[in-house]
Each structure stands twice: as structure tokens, then as C-alpha cells.
């Protein structure tokens, strides 16, 4: 079986892995949708569980829509890129050590720091904080880039069960 990923043939990664997925688009409101629901397929070789997934999704749609909402002017037409990808243990790690799911949201905008005042809104950063392992957040005048990670455990470990 081949895969063809951003236009290039390649052989599937190993069970559990996503050697490297990237997609541009059209930085609207109404794509958000599009972008939650193709990035939970392009997760589905993880095998994580329903709550791992929506945790992913969750946060990278609020990285999303931060891009949407804030990096591009009213009448200023704009991108979201997503790219995805796993980093394994590396050599000389601890047996049943966790890989990791990186997951980079990309706009070309301006940069909007937080306001300091009441808004409505501004959860979405502590938010992507809570539900990914760590959030990295870079901006310059080409744009902002927001890195999510994810660790991923071994297919058959013990997950740890977080109450709702």
C-alpha cells in the first residue's frame, strides 16, 4: 500500500506514526470544520483513544482559529497551513518511551498580543496549554507559528484516565 501525501508517493509509516502531513487553507471562519474533521482522520494511524483525539483536535482548532480571527485584517484575504508530523523516542531513550505528535498551525498575518482587558474570547492559549503537552508560540513580521506536541503511548500502554 502507498500513501500519497502533498502530492509525493510514499510508503505508510509504521503503525502508530505520520511520517508528514501538511495542507494550506483559505483563512475563513467556516473552514475550521473542514480542518477538525480532516485532522481527525490524519490521526486515526495513532490509534489514541476518543478523548486523546478531541484533546488534539480541540487545541489545534483553537490555534486555528486564533489564526483566523486575528492575523488578517477585515478585507484581507489569508492562509492557515497545518503540518503534522511524529517525532520517536530516540535512540538510547527508556523502553516504552512515548513518541511525539508535533503539530505546527502557520498564518502570514500580524501578530495581535493578548489584550489586557475583557474580551470576548481569550481562552484560546491557556486552553491549547491545558490540552497538549507543550505550546510553543513564535511571531515576526511573516506571521505567527504556533508548535503543539503531543505525546503519544506505545500502542497497548496503559493510559492515564483523566476524570471530565
Known amino acids: 500500500m502507498r500513501w500519497n501525501v502533498v502530492g509525493m508517493e510514499v510508503s505508510p509509516p509504521a503503525p502508530g506514526r505520520i511520517e508528514f502531513v501538511h495542507r494550506s487553507w483559505p483563512a475563513d471562519p467556516q473552514q475550521l470544520a473542514v480542518i477538525r474533521r480532516e485532522l481527525s482522520a490524519w490521526l ?3 490509534q489514541l483513544t476518543e478523548m486523546e483525539v478531541a484533546d488534539v483536535v480541540l487545541a489545534v482548532d483553537e490555534a486555528a482559529a486564533n489564526a483566523v480571527r486575528h492575523a488578517y485584517g477585515p ?3 489569508g492562509v492557515v497551513d497545518l503540518t503534522l508530523w511524529t517525532e520517536g523516542p530516540t535512540e538510547g531513550s527508556a523502553e516504552g518511551s512515548a513518541a511525539t505528535l508535533c503539530i505546527e498551525v502557520v498564518d502570514h498575518g500580524s501578530w495581535r498580543p493578548p489584550s489586557e482587558g475583557p474580551t470576548d474570547g481569550g481562552r484560546g492559549i491557556p486552553l491549547m496549554s491545558h490540552m497538549s503537552e507543550s505550546v510553543l ?3 515576526d513580521e511573516r506571521g505567527s507559528r ?3 506536541r503531543h ?3 506505545e500502542p497497548g500502554a496503559e493510559r492515564e484516565h ?3
Do not use: K, Q, T
Open 162 to 164: 483523566e476524570e471530565a
Open 137 to 139: 508560540i513564535h511571531f
Open 146 to 148: 504556533v508548535l503543539l
Open 44 to 46: 486515526a494511524p495513532l
Open 75 to 77: 478585507d484581507e484575504a
Open 151 to 153: 505525546r503519544i503511548p
